[in-house]
């Protein structure tokens, strides 16, 4: 317990003075067992968590913090799957671990580092996995039960019981680890990896900022924001931009991430193109350093597009393209099948001067499930004059950064698109439309959701020239 103690107290103090590596590396010199710690959720914030000047140490504690030894009985790698057999002692009892599993690449492999992390869905036993990183790698890195230099190839295991009470064990490189080499080329979300911590670690900010022409150039978005114009792409943002930020150990970790539509409408003389997309610009930083492979913690769920015509026009194909994450079948893109929400309103008669209430009423029509096809591909509309359309996700989730490094659709989206046509008796007419986008954002820091619903109404005209 002191060994352990001492070496906190030098990580402790070496964050306060603001050294972040270089200091004398000191590892455990177990390669199957090791001696670790075991620390209550509320007294890892104060001894590793917040900013250094406010932290507190270890020796404050007293008996509040104890040891633990985990044993590793086997481990088997099956190319990326893994199996995991441990036995660990904590407070006197003793209890075993079973964990099957999947490795992925780390987000520090994005610089260079030979890093993967187990995503274990298959547990037995009485704690939870909340990191099991494979550190493969000579270059340095922080940890928590030892000073910054990092240095070393080593194993992080890091699990909570049902009270989040956590046990900490940096371990040296089990042999089965020491050959891993070849990246996956699939990223672990960000849960099991750079937010192992969520749910324990309290942030020191949680807030929105506003969408200021300064804020929005840093997240990659044109400064030309709010534009509303016939023939021209408009950009909507919703709200402020929400921002997170931990300091874990020697690391901090800012999350920044807005979810704005581009649109586009036209005058429908006799056809046009109506445009409606969702997307999102997010990053991650990690100690200054951007991290694109980092999984935001907000995540953009239930997406509806709705979009609505006006007098003398109907609807006569849509077309359906994204990329967005299925937490069960992975990313979905052009060629997949989701399941949706579609509606489709239909009427007897041709309108001829439906006012923006009528609109906004047939934009409100309840979809009805069915599997669609994202691609390019559009789908023809029958059975009548069709006045409102939409599509609601219903099991994937956005949340990866639309556009970036002058690249566009790298990350999630949703493009709606609708093909207008004129049904008019020849005369132009004045009219209005409108566009609905609908969601619900997920917070993974705290498991809270709210929901956003904006309506963009739209100024045309409609005629057969």
């Keep these: 317990m002191k060994k ?37 959720a509320e007294n890892f914030n104060q001894v590793f968590c917040g900013e250094p000047s406010t932290r507190k140490l270890i020796t404050n504690f007293g008996h509040d913090i104890g040891e633990s030894l985990i044993e590793i009985n086997t481990i088997s790698l099956d190319g990326y799957a893994i199996k ?31 890093v993967f992390v187990a995503v274990f869905d298959d547990v037995e036993g009485d704690y939870k996995i909340k990191l099991f990183e494979i550190y493969n790698d000579v270059n340095p890195t922080s940890k928590l039960l030892e000073n910054n230099s990092g240095k070393g190839r080593h194993l ?57 022409e300064e804020n929005i150039k840093m997240l990659g978005l044109d400064s030309e924001i709010n534009q509303q114009a016939n023939g021209r792409f408009s950009q909507h943002n919703f709200g402020n931009i929400k921002k997170i930020s931990y300091k874990i150990g020697f690391d ?55 979009m609505a015509a006006g007098g003398g026009t109907t609807f006569i194909k849509t077309t359906r393209q994204g990329k967005m994450m299925d937490p069960n079948k992975g990313l979905r893109k052009a060629g997949d099948d989701i399941k949706s929400y579609v509606m489709q309103k239909i009427i007897k008669a041709i309108p001829y001067a439906p006012t923006i209430k009528t ?32 599509t609601k996700v219903k099991s994937c989730e956005l949340y990866k950064c639309t556009d970036y490094d002058n690249k566009n659709d790298i990350g999630h989206y949703y493009y709606y698109q609708v093909e207008a046509q004129y049904e008019g008796d020849g005369k132009a007419s004045d009219t209005c439309g409108l566009m609905r986008v609908s969601f619900d954002t997920f917070n993974y820091m705290d498991n809270s959701t709210t929901h956003t619903s904006e309506d963009f109404e739209l100024d045309y005209i409609a005629d057969n020239h």
């Design 252 to 306: 901090d970790l800012i999350c920044y991430s807005l979810p704005f539509a581009k649109y586009k409408h036209l005058d429908v003389r006799p056809q046009s193109t109506w445009i409606l997309n969702f997307k999102i610009a997010e990053h991650t930083t990690v100690n200054g350093a951007t991290y694109r492979s980092i999984s935001n913690l907000f995540r953009y769920k239930n997406l509806e597009l709705k």
């Design 156 to 212: 992080k295991i890091y699990l909570a019981d049902e009270k989040n009470n956590l046990l900490l064990h940096e371990i040296t490189l089990p042999k089965v680890f020491k050959k891993l080499n070849k990246p996956r080329g699939q990223y672990a979300d960000s849960i099991n990896d750079a937010f192992w911590y969520l749910g324990i670690a309290k942030p020191i900010i949680n807030t929105e900022i506003k969408a200021t």
């Design 4 to 40: 352990i103690i001492a070496l906190i107290m030098a990580s402790v103090i070496m964050v306060g003075m603001g050294l972040l590596g270089y200091a004398t590396d000191i590892t455990t010199k177990a390669d199957k067992k090791d001696m670790g710690l075991i620390i209550s």
């Design 359 to 390: 609109v906004t009423g047939w934009i409100s029509k309840a979809g009805s499930l069915e599997t669609i096809t994202l691609g390019d591909k559009s789908v023809s509309l029958s059975g009548g004059y069709t006045t409102a359309v939409g």
């Design 84 to 114: 995991l057999d441990a036995t660990v002692i904590a407070n006197g009892t003793k209890s075993h671990i079973y964990a099957k599993g999947q490795l992925f690449d780390s987000y520090k492999r994005e610089d260079g580092r030979n």
